[in-house]
């Protein structure tokens, strides 16, 4: 069974503050998906990484895949109360588009 | 553009009763479709998964049942409905070999 642990499991920080997200799997995937889910909402993909080493930036959010495709990081700089909500990632392997996920990161950024 | 669609939004169901949990997808033909439930704030664990009408694979071994019976619908059913069985029900699609999925607005299932 593959597994993809995210770390930290919650995160409470204040507006401007940098954090960075890490998953991590002992499994190679063929790419990695970060998702952000607001509460009571289904997840909206951030981004697919598929090269390892690869480094993708979406305004302040920069994703990193690890070089072996084992692991993931979520970087944001300068948070802001927006980026609160339940970060995931998840890794593909196999047929069908099958998805594993990761156990979650809650960031919750106040004012 | 495409949309995926589930209802009903909220459920409140009784111990032994039956369910019936829909998601359509428009603008898109022959996608994978998924049905995923969600633990309180935590990770999605696969239940079952699609690649054609007719055609469903399980992943847990579970009280749940899903059918594809259209190209674009996708069916989670229970014949009785356990207190485990309560949870946030989310229906995702994808297109064939790639691997970004698309995620409803999921259904908030409460077994009391």
């Known amino acids: 069974t593959q597994l993809l642990e995210q770390s930290p499991q919650f995160l409470s920080i204040q507006e401007g503050e940098n954090l960075t997200v890490y998953c991590n799997s002992s499994?190679?995937?063929?790419?990695l998906q970060w998702y952000r889910q607001e509460p009571g909402e289904g997840p909206v993909l951030l981004v697919t990484?598929?090269?390892?080493?690869e480094v993708k930036k979406l305004k302040r959010l920069t994703f990193q895949f690890g070089d072996a495709r084992k692991d993931s990081s979520l970087h944001i700089t300068a948070a802001q109360p927006g980026d609160t909500g339940l970060y995931l990632c998840?890794?593909?392997?196999?047929?069908?588009?099958?998805?594993?996920f990761g156990t979650g990161t809650r960031l919750q950024v106040t004012l | 553009s495409q949309t995926i669609h589930q209802w009903p939004a909220t459920l409140v169901q009784p111990v032994g009763s039956p369910l019936s949990l829909e998601c359509t997808v428009e603008?898109?033909?022959?996608?994978?479709l998924y049905w995923y439930r969600q633990a309180a704030g935590r990770g999605l664990q696969l239940l079952f998964y699609?690649?054609?009408?007719?055609?469903i694979s399980s992943e847990v071994p579970q009280n749940l049942s899903a059918s594809r019976p259209q190209d674009r619908q996708f069916i989670l059913s229970s014949k009785k409905l356990l207190l485990s069985d309560s949870g946030f029900y989310l229906c995702?699609?994808?297109?064939?070999?790639?691997?970004?999925?698309?995620f409803g607005p999921g259904t908030r299932l409460t077994v009391l």
């Open positions: 995702a699609w994808s297109v064939l070999g790639l691997p970004e999925q698309f």
């Open positions: 499994s190679v995937f063929s790419s």
């Open positions: 990484v598929v090269t390892g080493g």
């Open positions: 998840a890794g593909m392997t196999g047929t069908a588009s099958k998805l594993t």
């Open positions: 699609s690649v054609g009408i007719g055609q």
């Open positions: 603008g898109t033909s022959n996608p994978n």
